[in-house]
């Protein structure tokens, strides 16, 4: 346990806690309303508000701030055009994905010196979160925390049927606008740690495993929320210890835990059916 | 006393219009079905009271309130046509029927131990409640129609809209279900407004027959409505019906 006694590490692995448990329990809403492509489109937005920041110097303590009021335009906007276009969702996606992605890449062309940091933005890094980013990360976490304890039966309502929802007097706009501004910031914060590529994925694969698992819709909330923590913190300590990317660990620890449980389920059914088969 | 009122209802999709000149009202207490063949706007018709959609002119009163004051949407129990859930969303049977609470107890409020009273109830008079704890996924589709109607029913509305709720449920349960209307109007004073393609049943049980093809063709009685020569105006040719 020697990495606690890097202050870095400690940081590192507090902002994993945070991410950890924020991203799979905005994801659950996310991959019910069969939305996953979102966050990863909110990602690439942030990127090119991190590039942006970079280029037009924004100081280093005010950074994520500022990448967060970018992702945060960035998902008024692409809602709107949700609601506006004519565009069906996942090209609407697409789109914006792709406008983030070269809007950041031109970006960080052009502030120079950029090279090394990109990196750390597209796969994680352990060693990028500051004092004050930590301090940014805890509020956002509390801010989406306290919207799901007391929205998540609403959420739940209207990501399982809008229109009756509608019918039953829930503001559905409102909520949804307020939830993909929660995606947004969540995604601007978590790109320190998993980075841009792979923030969707810690939002996404924990809640997969769970509906493999879970029976109820409780039980996939609680187990995700289990899930994006343990392959969080389990992720950043390999990748401390074996010197890799922090994203890329914690999304492939995620991932053993879906193909294991997938594997296990399979064997089960198989053998389920074969016994009720033979003994009716 | 109105509780549903439609005053000079116009409705098109851009190049359609759907329904035209739609003027009627439910009463409060009675058993309201509108009939009408495939297409004809019932659905259509019942997402305007509802407020999903917008009619390009006219007025939808509920409780007597134009549609965009109303706020007691509790008092609505809706069971749309074929109701699904998202694909695959992970359920219990008493979870999703739990979501008829929803309305009546406010945002940011939890269940309570009425709200799954009220939720155990619902299931019992769908005759579900041995099912409860199973996820919806694993239920046939008619036994998922009846969740659907236990969710309406579990926040206890003083309207039932209900959109061919028959579509799905076997022979056997649909006469069960429609003593279950007939007993909760009659014992709890519930307005019933059904949308029915089964126009051979619904006449032994509705007090008044709207039908609509476009516009509002004929209504009354099920003895006034349901003649053949009415019903041939209606669908377009020869039908028999009961009655
Ligand atoms: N989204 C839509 N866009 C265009 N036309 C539609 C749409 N939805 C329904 N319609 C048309 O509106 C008409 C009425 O539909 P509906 O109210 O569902 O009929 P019903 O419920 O009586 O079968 C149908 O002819 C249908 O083709
Ligand atoms: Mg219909």
Not at chain 1, 30 to 58: C, E, K, P
């Amino acid at each position: 346990m020697d990495m606690l006694h890097y202050d870095f590490m400690i940081r590192a692995l507090f902002a994993g806690l945070i991410t950890g448990l924020i991203c799979p329990a905005l994801g659950v809403f996310l991959v019910l309303r069969r939305y996953s492509f979102m966050a990863d489109t909110l990602a690439h937005i942030s990127l090119a508000g991190v590039a942006f920041g970079l280029l037009i110097g924004v100081a280093a303590e005010f950074s994520l701030l500022f990448t967060l009021g970018v992702a945060t335009v960035g998902a008024l906007i692409a809602d709107y055009l949700r609601v506006r276009s004519r565009l069906s969702a996942d090209a609407l996606l697409a789109l914006v994905m792709s406008a983030g992605l070269a809007l950041a890449v031109v970006f960080f062309g052009l502030s120079r010196g950029g090279a090394l940091d990109i990196t750390s933005y597209l796969f994680g890094s352990l060693m990028t979160v500051s004092a004050a980013d930590l301090w940014l990360i805890l509020i956002v976490g509390t801010i989406v925390l306290l919207f799901l304890i007391f929205m998540a039966k609403e959420m739940y309502f209207i990501c399982s049927d809008e229109e009756a929802a509608r019918v039953s007097g829930l503001p559905v706009d409102l909520l949804n606008r307020i939830f993909i501004l929660l995606v947004a910031m969540t995604v601007a914060v978590s790109l320190r740690v998993v980075g841009t590529l792979l923030v969707g994925a810690l939002m996404v694969i924990p809640v997969l495993t769970s509906l493999i698992v879970g029976r109820s819709f409780r039980q996939v909330v609680y187990l995700s929320l289990a899930l994006g923590v343990l392959s969080s913190l389990l992720g950043l300590t390999a990748s401390y210890q074996f010197g890799l990317a922090a994203g890329g660990c914690v999304v492939l620890v995620a991932l053993a835990f879906f193909i294991v449980s997938y594997g296990i389920k399979q064997l089960f059914t198989l053998f389920k059916k074969r016994w009720v088969v033979k003994n009716g | 006393m109105k509780v549903i009122e439609l005053q000079n209802i116009y409705f098109s999709y851009s190049d359609r219009v759907i329904l035209e000149d739609i003027n009627l009202a439910v009463e409060k207490g009675e058993y309201l079905a509108l009939i009408g063949p495939n297409g004809s706007g019932k659905t259509t018709l019942v997402k305007l009271i509802l407020g999903l959609m917008e009619p390009v002119c006219g007025k939808v009163l509920v409780f007597g309130t134009p549609l965009k004051q109303f706020k007691d949407w509790h008092r609505l129990g809706y069971v749309p046509q074929r109701a699904v859930l998202n694909n695959g969303f992970p359920v219990t049977v008493r979870e999703a029927a739990a979501a008829g609470r929803f309305g009546r107890i406010g945002l940011c409020r939890k269940l309570k131990r009425e709200d799954w009273e009220a939720v155990e109830e619902a299931l019992e008079m769908v005759g579900l409640l041995s099912l409860q704890h199973k996820p919806l996924l694993e239920l046939s589709g008619g036994q998922q129609q009846r969740v659907f109607i236990a969710r309406a029913l579990a926040g206890h509305p003083d309207i039932l809209i209900l959109d061919e709720p028959q579509v799905g449920l076997d022979d056997r349960y649909l006469y069960d279900f429609y003593c279950l209307l007939k007993q909760l109007k009659k014992e709890r004073a519930i307005t019933i407004f059904i949308v029915s393609h089964d126009i051979g049943e619904i006449g032994s049980w509705a007090d008044r027959i709207i039908c609509l093809n476009k516009k509002v063709l004929y209504q009354g009685t099920p003895r006034e409505v349901l003649n053949p020569a009415k019903l041939k105006d209606v669908y377009g040719m020869n039908l028999y019906a009961a009655n």
